[in-house]
């Protein structure tokens, strides 16, 4: 029988020694947020500095600890992150055009990696090894699977805080080339910060949900505040691309039990959690969520499954046939379109379902209209005006399926900030719109 133990210490090496096997032109990879190895990732990073390496590239998503590849642009050429999301610190290095972006729906990546991709190494995060010489990928699933089927070598940061996810991907020592242990504190998510408006737009979408319903919710302060706003209901599931500490809170005071789900009852789905230590506590060692492939979570066909399933995601800005901007403001880039269109979609297809695009009438101190005649000049259109349901803002929901344009645009004016409504009615019977 093999020793695990024995092979576990012949893989083990140094961040330092294990950054040394990186070559020239190499292509690495990470999954999201907690799934990212900081301790080899800096050792790699030191190298590059040193003008030791060149050509390197890193594939990420959702980056949650400081990456050299994003924040410091003296390394392009020598190390380059190319990211499928693109927020945080990759949002800034891919407008100053020293890292790239890869368009994508979040569900299709695992097919994109397979069919497209090849890496010198998959580099992941996980959890002490078990007795059966098994590592947890901790709280991410993602696209990890589809990433090591196409890496040339596996390394592993082994971290005794990361929590066991027992329903959620593993990798064996036998699949592993060399691992390091780095046992630093997760990187946790500051709580959203609740205002009027937020807390405005959640009860509003709160009035909305059934109990029974399944929900998702997206990241930022609207979903959040939703979440709080669920509080009072009862026998509500989850079936999400994030896990979040609303939907902990949502577990812990009773109103999820996931009792009504079509599929998966009785446990929570997600494909990664990121939030506070309070959701890495819930999920070590916990057989009621499950943590899942996102080629599988994000599936329209799949999320539909489930009646009366609820989305609630941002966005930066809306026109008025209803075509939905959460990617860029004009033509700078903000973030990829990560599962907005997959719930969108998922919802929409479910018995009863709903999804809610949510966010505060304007920007900038109230000087920007966030519903627009137009989107803006080079505005990237995430969701389509054939795929929209609810637009939330904190006068009020327009319920824009299935409508016709003119209906679209009474709808939404009605609910734009008061200064911005005449001029919103102006621009739409300037182009035809009968309102
Ligand atoms: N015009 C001009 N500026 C705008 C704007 C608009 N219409 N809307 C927002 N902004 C500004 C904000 O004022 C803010 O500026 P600041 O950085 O100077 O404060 C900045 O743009 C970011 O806006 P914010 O509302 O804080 O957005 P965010 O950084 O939280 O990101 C999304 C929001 C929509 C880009 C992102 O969260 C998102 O959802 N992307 C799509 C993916 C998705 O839906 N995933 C869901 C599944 S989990």
């Known amino acids: 029988m093999t020793n695990f133990s024995e092979l576990y210490r012949s893989k083990l090496t140094t961040a330092d020694a294990l950054a040394l096997r990186v070559e020239d032109g190499w292509t690495l990879g990470m999954d999201a947020a907690l799934a990212q190895t900081p301790g080899i990732i800096s050792a790699i990073a030191e190298r590059a500095k040193k003008d030791e390496l060149h050509g390197v590239k ?24 190319v990211s499928w999301f693109s927020s945080g610190g990759a949002r800034k290095a891919v407008n100053e055009g020293y890292a790239d972006f890869i368009p994508s729906y979040y569900r299709d990546i695992p097919k994109l990696i397979r069919s497209f991709y090849e890496y010198d190494a998959f580099c ?24 090591r089927s196409k890496a040339k070598r596996v ?10 996810a027992v329903c959620g991907t593993q990798i064996h020592i036998s699949q592993v080339d060399a691992l390091i242990e780095n046992d630093q504190s997760l990187p946790v998510l ?16 709160a009035e909305q949900i059934p109990d029974g319903a399944c929900i998702q919710l997206g990241i930022g302060a609207i979903p959040d505040a939703t979440g709080m706003a669920l509080k009072a209901k009862h026998d509500l599931g989850i079936h999400t691309e994030m896990f979040t500490d609303s939907m902990v809170e949502l577990i812990q ?17 997600t494909t990664f959690a990121y939030g506070s230590q309070r ?67 998922g919802a929409c297809q479910s018995k009863g379902g709903k999804s809610f695009i949510a966010f505060s009438s304007t920007a900038k101190g109230g000087t920007i209209s966030k519903i627009k005649p137009i989107l803006t ?9 054939n795929d929209v349901d609810y637009i939330v803002t904190e006068y009020g929901l327009a319920h824009l399926r299935g409508q016709s344009l003119a209906e679209r645009a009474r709808q939404l004016i009605a609910i734009a900030h008061p200064d911005f409504r005449d001029e919103l009615s102006f621009e739409a019977k300037k182009r035809g719109i009968m309102i």
């Not at 009773?254 to 789905?269: P, T, W």
């Open 58 to 81: 890193v594939q990420t998503l959702l980056d949650v600890y400081p990456f050299a590849f994003y924040a410091d642009s003296s390394l392009s050429g020598k190390l380059n992150g």
């Open 124 to 147: 992941v995060s996980v959890s002490p090894m078990d007795k059966h010489g098994y590592f947890s990928l901790a709280a991410t699933s993602s696209y990890s699977e589809a990433m």
């Open 155 to 164: 390394f592993l940061e082994v971290n005794k805080y990361q929590p066991r």
């Open 190 to 205: 500051p709580p959203a910060k609740l205002d009027e408006v937020s807390i405005t737009i959640g009860n509003l979408i």
């Open 253 to 269: 005071c009773g109103a999820v039990n996931n009792s009504k789900k079509q599929i998966h009852r009785g446990k929570s789905v």
């Open 279 to 345: 959701i890495y506590d819930y999920i070590d060692d916990n057989p009621a969520i499950e943590l899942l492939p996102v080629d599988y979570v994000n599936d329209p066909n799949v999320i539909c499954q489930n009646d009366n399933m609820i989305s609630i995601n941002a966005a930066l800005e809306v026109d008025l046939w209803g075509q939905v901007c959460a990617e860029s403001v004009g033509t700078k880039h903000m973030s990829g379109s990560g599962g907005q269109i997959d719930y969108v979609r």
């Open 377 to 385: 000049p080079g505005a990237v259109c995430t969701t389509s005006k």
